[in-house]
Structure formats: structure tokens, C-alpha cells
């Protein structure tokens, strides 16, 4: 079986992290992931990033075949354990940090990190501004012809926060068997020659957020072009050498071997081979080469990459309901849920699921390598999400009358919408074409998803109506307004 449609479109993992879309509050497994039991459900929810890594490797590997490495940060110690499902599964186990044992993993969209800090870099040295547009940096080249003047008023700070109206793909591809074939065969030429009849999502940038592999692709080339190199150059000349990871490249080469056999399900699957999107998804590397690339971006200007590590992790724009850095997303801000941040990206091709994620607040970090595409990382990220981004839980009574002041559609944005209603004396919430999820009363106009870790706060006009909800979850925080007229109801 191939992985579904949209599954290399989008970025999405673990639901607090990735996507904080209402299909995470009511649909917290809803990627095609076995249903847990409630002891499952427990044991996952006490995981935190102080767990042994041994033990959240089981929980993010799950069922599924292949091989999954987790490795934490804490206390400046790195740490690191493995799952294994080969026939028959053998037990999780530590592994060690410079091991030969350590396999390697396509990281998928965890390479735009790497984009993100390349662009970091340049800004720092003075060499290119956030507010260049991709016009100025193609004047009188080639790879610039025919290029259409709205696209060439999208600037490098709109391409690295997926802001500036740029498609999923060139030529209308959005999923499925289309976009693996255009990420590995489209080479420079059939780039350059893609963007010259790109269509923007919308007249002129900037946009509302929304995921980009060919804006970020096209960012790693304008460097590129910038610096008279190739992108892999780039990161090995900058990145990867000065730090000494010597296990993350583009090409194998004698690397080949140990590589972690890819799945998707039960479904054994090739290698992710790409030339033009690399900026977008073809890095590998090993959990010790990333756990050395977060420890230099927790150092922050005094560590080994200077300046440029304070400024990738910098808010630039607002991204679903939370904040987007240089390509870094950013969970928790100022005055939310105690106001630390979570910064992490995600990875995810036809057979390797990854996530990268830093918590500078306690000095932690955590990365997950997987060699399966379905690996059921989602409730072990929600766990830790609850540790970080607690909402309180404990249920308060209500009059089962009052529930009748929620109930209705509240719209989050022209695509994603909340309804509300009430059965059997509960109040229930999902997003449309989702099943229900009930709510628990926690205060005045106040309830939780108890299972995720998402809190609903509803607002009222001046008439003590109910008109709009705002939904935290794990760092991120959406507003919603009630859609219709919302009947006024007494004052108690």
C-alpha cells in the first residue's frame, strides 16, 4: 500500500506539534493509526522528555516494522535508544552516541531546517536581506526569464515562512504518486522552467501561512545561485563540516549500508532520491548528527554557529496558530500557557518518519528517526506536548442547560470550521467530516479534550451571547467565530 495522497504534501506528525488544526483536537490519531487501549493511552501519556529513550522508542515504533532511534538531551547528557520490529521484534535497547550501531535515516522535511539556517547565515554576514524578492536575486539571469512579476515579488522572508503564496508543488501537484515523481525527477532545468509558470495561490503575497515544498526548495536554490554553488555544497561547506557531522549528506556513497530499511506499513520502500527539491527533503543523517546540530543551535551565539542560531529560531510570521522562525516552527509565545517556546520541524517521505525538536527553557532536546512512514509517533508527541503545555482538566459542574449556549459552527478560517452540539447531557466538538469528541466542563465557558491536552475558551458579546471560542493546544492558540446569529442567554 502507498502512502495516502497527501501524506508527502503535508508535515504533519505529531497532532500537538504539527498540526493544530481542530482535526487534532478531535481527531488526535486520525492518521490511519490503530486505536490504543486505555492502558496504552495512559502509559503514553506520562511520557515526557525526561523518558528514557529506550522506552519512547517502543511507544513511537508501536506495531509497525522497521527501526526507530530516539535520542534526548538532558542535563547536557545525550542519551539515546532504539526499537526494533524485525520477525520476531526484539526488545528496545541504549545504544551509544558514536556507535557504528547507529543506522542512518532520510529526515525528510527536517532539511529545511538546514535551508532555514543557510539563509540565517546570509543575513547575518549582510550578504542577502529577509526583504530581497526573488526578482532582484534572478536580475539577468537565465534561471530568471519569463519570470511572472508577482512571483517575483515574493521575498526570502515570505519563502522561508511558507507566506508567500507558493503551491505545494509546481504545475498543480498537491499528493500522491505526482509528487513523489516530481520531487526525483525534476532537475535544475525542469525547476527553473516550473517557476516561469508557477501559479500563487492567491493575487500577491504575503499569505496566510501554508505549506510549501516548492517555496522552500526554491529558497535553497536562490542561495545557491547567491553563493555560485550547489545547495549540498552549502550545507556541507557551512553546516555539516564545521560541526563535524559527517554522517549528514545527500549522497550515500559508501554509506549505503546502513541505511535503515524503509517501510510504509508492511510494505518495504525504496529511497527518496531527489536533485532540485533537495532543499526541501533529501538530507540523512543519524540521531547523533542531529542530537550535535541541536546542541550547537542550544548554544545560541556563543556556540559554533554564532549569531545565526538566535536568529533561525526567530519569530517572522504567524504559522497555525502559532509562529514560524527560518523554516524552525515555534510553538508558545509570551503570556501563553507559561510563555515557553517549543521549537521543532518534521520530516516525512515514502518510507522515514523524523521530528527534531528543541526546548531551550530547560536545555532539552529530542530526535526521532524512524524507518517506517506510519510509525505512530503522534501519541507520544502528545504526551510530551501535555508535560510542556499543561490546560487544566479537572471537571467542574455545569447545569446541563447552559450547554445550549455552544452549540453551533464556529469557523476557524474559509476551510476549517468547528461544530458544536449536544447529546446525552455532554457537549461534543469536531471538525466537519470528523467523528465527535466529548468535552469536559473545566470552568466558565471553559472545557478541555482531556485525552490531548486542548482547552476551549468561549467568548460573549456585551448581550452575554456566545460568539466565538479560542483553542489552545501545545503552544498554539486558535481563534474561532461563531458563524450565524448566537442567541443571547441570561445572566446567571
Known amino acids: 500500500m502507498r502512502l495516502p495522497p497527501r501524506a ?40 515526557t522528555l525526561a523518558t528514557d529513550p529506550a522506552v519512547l522508542a517502543k511507544a513511537a515504533l508501536g506495531p509497525e516494522r522497521g527501526t526507530l532511534v530516539v535520542g534526548t ?3 547536557g547528557q545525550a542519551t539515546y535508544g532504539a526499537a526494533y520490529n524485525p520477525e520476531p521484534p526484539s526488545p528496545p535497547r541504549a545504544i551509544a552516541g558514536n556507535s557504528a550501531e547507529q543506522p542512518m535515516f532520510e529526515i525528510g ?20 536581506k529577509l526583504d530581497d524578492t526573488v526578482g532582484k536575486l534572478l536580475a539577468g539571469k537565465a534561471e530568471g526569464e519569463g519570470l511572472p512579476g508577482t512571483v517575483g515579488a515574493v521575498t526570502l522572508r515570505q519563502l522561508v515562512t511558507h507566506t508567500g503564496c507558493m503551491p505545494v508543488m509546481a504545475d498543480g501537484v498537491t499528493g500522491g504518486a505526482p509528487l513523489a515523481e516530481q520531487f526525483r525527477s525534476f532537475d535544475k532545468a525542469m525547476f527553473w522552467a516550473a517557476l516561469a509558470r508557477i501559479k500563487l495561490t492567491a493575487a500577491a503575497p504575503p499569505c496566510e501561512a501554508a505549506y510549501s515544498n516548492f517555496g522552500m526548495a526554491l529558497l535553497g536554490q536562490l542561495l545557491a545561485e547567491r553563493y555560485g554553488t550547489s545547495w549540498g555544497e552549502l550545507v556541507r561547506a557551512r553546516i555539516t563540516e564545521p ?24 510494505r518495504r520502500q525504496p529511497l527518496f532520491d531527489m536533485l532540485a527539491y533537495a532543499p526541501a527533503s533529501a538530507l540523512r543523517s543519524t540521531a547523533a548528527d542531529m ?38 516552527m515555534v510553538r508558545g509565545r509570551e503570556g501563553m500557557q507559561g510563555g515557553r ?68 459552527e464556529f469557523r476557524v478560517s ?39 491536552g486542548a482547552q476551549l475558551v468561549f467568548r460573549r458579546d456585551a448581550g452575554n451571547a456566545v460568539v466565538g471560542l479560542t ?22
Open 291 to 328: 542530537m550535535t546540530f541541536a546542541r550547537a543551535v542550544l548554544a545560541g551565539a556563543s556556540g559554533p554557529l554564532g549569531p545565526a542560531a538566535v536568529r533561525m529560531l526567530t519569530p517572522l510570521a504567524r504559522y497555525e496558530g502559532a509562529e514560524i522562525g527560518y523554516a524552525v
Open 8 to 47: 508527502l504534501s503535508r508535515h504533519c506528525l505529531a497532532a500537538w506539534l504539527l498540526a493544530p488544526t481542530l482535526a487534532v483536537v478531535v481527531a488526535a490519531t486520525a492518521t490511519a493509526q490503530p486505536q490504543q487501549s486505555q492502558q496504552s493511552q495512559q502509559t503514553q501519556q506520562a511520557l
Open 109 to 128: 522535511s527536517v532539511t529545511k531546517v538546514f535551508t532555514g539556517l543557510l539563509l540565517a547565515q546570509a543575513v547575518e554576514r549582510g550578504d542577502l
Open 73 to 75: 538531551l538532558r542535563n
Open 414 to 452: 474559509k476551510t476549517k470550521a468547528l461544530s458544536l452540539t449536544v447529546r446525552g447531557g455532554k457537549l461534543l466538538v469536531r471538525e466537519t467530516g470528523r467523528g465527535y469528541s466529548a468535552l469536559t466542563p473545566t470552568g466558565t465557558d471553559r472545557f478541555a479534550v482531556t485525552g490531548i
Open 471 to 492: 483553542l489552545a493546544q501545545g503552544g498554539s492558540q486558535l481563534d474561532a467565530q461563531r458563524v450565524g446569529d448566537a442567541a443571547a442567554a441570561p445572566q446567571e
Open 243 to 266: 560541526l563535524g557531522m559527517n554522517d549528514t549528506v545527500i549522497t550515500l556513497g559508501d554509506k549505503a549500508s546502513r541505511m535503515a530499511p524503509a517501510f510504509a506499513g508492511d
Open 341 to 408: 517556546r517549543t521549537y521543532w520541524h518534521a520530516g516525512l517521505t515514502e518510507g522515514y518518519r523524523t521530528l527534531w525538536l528543541l526546548a531551550p527553557d530547560t536545555g532539552e532536546a529530542l530526535i526521532v528517526l524512524s524507518s517506517n512512514a506510519r510509525a505512530p509517533l503522534q501519541a507520544v508527541m502528545l504526551a510530551i506536548g501535555k508535560s510542556r503545555y499543561p490546560v487544566p482538566t479537572a471537571e467542574v459542574p455545569i447545569d446541563p442547560k447552559r450547554l445550549d449556549d455552544y452549540k453551533g
